[in-house]
């Protein structure tokens, strides 16, 4: 989704883990990552293009980025606070999932880095 945001190529790490957390604090803090995840989440079907009521909206167990956004727009103050909440918490599953695959990515390209050094000096001796 996202991960032309990142270039994990310039870190060293410790871990897989290590990998995630570093590549989740680096989605994390780029306005870009959110822009471009707000047009892909918001980019939907055709039953949410069609007309709906943003009160009655507010009140869906669990709505889309869509629709929170159209509440966020289009409803009250109280029901504008619960839909940023729900967009802030789709956001951060969704960078969650990319940051995941981002840090093993990198750590499974510098593994490999490392044990084709290893394999170089065994060249050598």
């Known amino acids: 989704m996202i991960n032309w945001l990142v270039n994990p190529d310039d870190d060293v790490f410790v871990s897989q883990e290590n990998a995630i957390d570093i590549a989740l604090d680096n989605l994390e803090c780029i306005p870009a990552a959110v822009g471009q995840w707000l047009s892909e989440a918001c980019d939907v079907d055709d039953t949410d293009r069609m007309v709906h009521n943003p009160f009655r909206l507010a009140y869906l167990p669990n709505p889309t980025p869509a629709q929170a956004l159209a509440v966020l727009f289009g409803g009250t103050d109280a029901d504008a606070l619960r839909a940023l909440h729900r967009l802030r918490e789709h956001y951060k599953e969704a960078v969650a999932d990319d940051a995941k ?4 990515e990198a750590w ?4 490999l880095g490392d044990q084709q050094i290893v394999n170089m000096g065994r060249e050598y001796e």
């Open 108 to 111: 499974d390209k510098q593994c």
């Open 101 to 104: 695959a981002i840090g093993r």
